[in-house]
């Protein structure tokens, strides 16, 4: 499914199944709110992100191929209750991306959060700001570029909390 240009809409409660790409793509979209959904086996990205701002509440990102979620080119994404599941990488931040993000729960991803500068257009840092992140089974909790601001109030690896 693909969305560009789009003020003030609302996915709720679907089921995206085996895309056999990104199965929901969001371009220069504001104010869309992704509520209770599921991504599943994605061929790439279950959502894909482009200079949008975006709620993402109470989803399941499950076997994604690439990505549960890719944040880029200056997009604002705020994350509530999000489970990501086997995935290759939980959440991809890029390119003077923000996010902010209560309660994110990793299981059996190769990577949680991953940070990448790919567009030399946007020089501003990107970031991530989280109350908890709770891993079980990943690889690497957080993984990137230092062109990132990274503030996560605790992380969880395998049910310890730790401490850097």
């Known amino acids: 499914m693909h969305w560009a240009y789009v003020k003030r809409g609302l996915i709720s409660q679907c089921e995206f199944l085996e895309a056999p790409f990104d199965a929901v793509d969001l371009d220069i979209c504001e104010d869309v709110t992704v509520r209770n959904c599921q991504f599943a086996k994605a061929g790439n990205d279950g959502l894909d992100l482009m ?14 191929g690439d990505k549960g979620i890719s944040v880029g080119e200056a997009s604002q994404l705020s994350l509530d209750g999000n489970l990501y599941r086997g995935c290759q990488i939980g959440i991809q931040i890029k390119d003077s991306s923000q996010v902010r993000a209560k309660r994110i729960e990793m299981q059996s991803c190769t990577t949680g959060i991953s940070l990448l500068y790919k567009n030399r257009l946007y020089s501003e840092e990107g970031s991530i700001e989280a109350r908890s992140l709770h891993c079980n089974g990943v690889g690497q909790a957080v993984a990137g570029n230092k062109r990132f601001r990274v503030a996560i109030d605790a992380i969880f690896l395998d049910g310890e909390r730790w401490e850097p």
Do not use: I, N, Q
């Open 51 to 64: 200079t949008s701002a975006v709620t993402v509440v109470g989803c399941r990102f499950e076997s994604c």
